[in-house]
């Protein structure tokens, strides 16, 4: 069990199983790509090819924001608004997809980058996932 089902599962308030899931399955996909992201950033950042990969670099700290902000929002559940969220994880699900497209562009060159758009499909897909449980 990860730390996020614990809190989950120590919240006062009723989340539902079957969402209380979802959403460590979520939360702790963001929070995998915030750190794949920022990783992949620092390393694009030591690559000799740099000025090649700015957009990718600037991609990966868009996304790790992002990412992070919805883990954030996530674990919050007193006074949930349930509209907030959903945009929330569509502009999530949208920020990772951009960025496993931009990192798949140099994953044939740069490992890191394979790492970090993998981690960035993982996220959409949790991301996804959840909001089809929220409706």
């Known amino acids: 069990m990860t730390v996020t089902a614990e809190m989950l599962d120590a ?8 969402e209380r899931r979802a959403l460590a399955e979520c939360i702790d996909r963001c929070l995998d790509c915030v750190q794949a992201c920022t990783a992949c950033a620092d390393a694009c950042l030591a690559e000799d ?7 990718c670099i600037r991609t990966d700290l868009d996304c790790a ?3 992070d902000a919805t883990a954030r929002i996530l674990s919050r559940h ?3 608004g349930a509209d907030v969220t959903r945009d929330v994880l569509a502009a999530c699900a949208a920020a990772c997809a951009a960025c496993a497209a931009e990192c798949d562009r140099h994953a044939g060159t740069h490992e890191h980058c394979a790492v970090c758009a993998e981690a960035c499909r993982r996220c959409e897909r949790a991301c996804r996932d959840l909001l089809t ?3």
């Open 11 to 18: 919240h006062p308030g009723d989340l539902g199983a079957a």
């Open 49 to 55: 090819m740099v000025t090649e990969l700015r957009r």
């Open 65 to 67: 924001d992002i990412c």
């Open 78 to 80: 007193t006074g949930y």
């Open 133 to 135: 449980k929220l409706g």
